[in-house]
């Protein structure tokens, strides 16, 4: 079953949207919390239908998209935290999930497994068994304002065909921030680029070699597994 391979995967990207409202007491609970988390916020509008707004209680709300990446073992105290000052479990709180992260540049891995994750050879094994049953791959790629044409162009070079790019900012603590060698920049891109499970690697590569954590784009690369795609045959 996937529950179980996803136990072996240390590192997870959670995704959380809230309401706009709540975007202020949502980055003081994770300043808060003093963890590794670097986080992506962006700004959206639910799509969902009337009905089902109603139900989750966030109908006629602006929300906040955030993208944190974090070791899997403090996925629980994360999602403790926020249930308690934003109250996810009542009805218009908020949505979190957590995924499976396969692919991240050795200098943000490092960061994550020497206090909290395991071995960099333990979890290349682990990364490989979650990569045997994914077919594809979403590789996100978030870098400084103004770099999105030659990502693009970077993993088209590499076989991927396209990808969507997101607007919105990057935050999280300075001494993270200086650890990996980023600014606290306001504005950033995010790029989700879908690609099959055997030209991963490449595009990652080449997107991380045009604008990668060591460029001035200064862009932190990452990969989750997919399970079904349409409209990329």
């Not at 529950?3 to 809230?18: D, F, G, N, S």
């Not at 650890?179 to 920049?185: A, E």
């Not at 680029?193 to 070699?209: D, L, N, T």
């Amino acid at each position: 079953m996937m529950i179980r391979k996803e136990k072996h995967i240390h590192q997870r990207i959670v995704v959380l949207v809230t309401r706009t409202e709540d975007e202020h007491k949502l980055c003081k609970t994770l300043e808060g919390l003093h963890m590794p988390i670097i986080y992506y916020q962006f700004r959206g509008q639910g799509t969902a239908s009337s009905e089902l707004l109603d139900i989750i209680g966030l109908r006629g709300t602006g929300r906040i998209v955030t993208l944190c990446v974090l070791p899997h073992k403090l996925v629980g105290e994360v999602f403790s935290a926020l249930n308690r000052d934003l109250s996810l479990e009542k009805k218009g709180g908020g949505i979190a999930v957590s995924i499976p992260v396969t692919g991240l540049p050795d200098a943000l891995q490092q960061m994550l497994t020497e206090e909290h994750g395991a071995g960099q050879q333990e979890q290349k094994g682990e990364e490989k068994q979650m990569n045997t049953s994914a077919a594809y791959s979403m590789i996100l790629v978030a870098a400084n304002y103004g770099y999105s044409d030659e990502i693009i162009d970077a993993a088209r070079s590499a076989g991927a065909r396209g990808g969507t790019v997101l607007k919105g900012r990057r935050r999280g603590e300075e001494n993270i921030m200086h650890y990996l060698g980023l600014s606290l920049q306001e504005e950033q891109e995010l790029t989700m680029i879908v690609v099959p499970q055997e030209k991963k690697a490449a595009v990652m590569v080449a997107v991380s070699q045009a604008c990668g954590l060591r460029t001035e784009a200064h862009g932190v690369v990452l990969s989750v597994p997919v399970d079904e795609v349409m409209g990329l045959e």
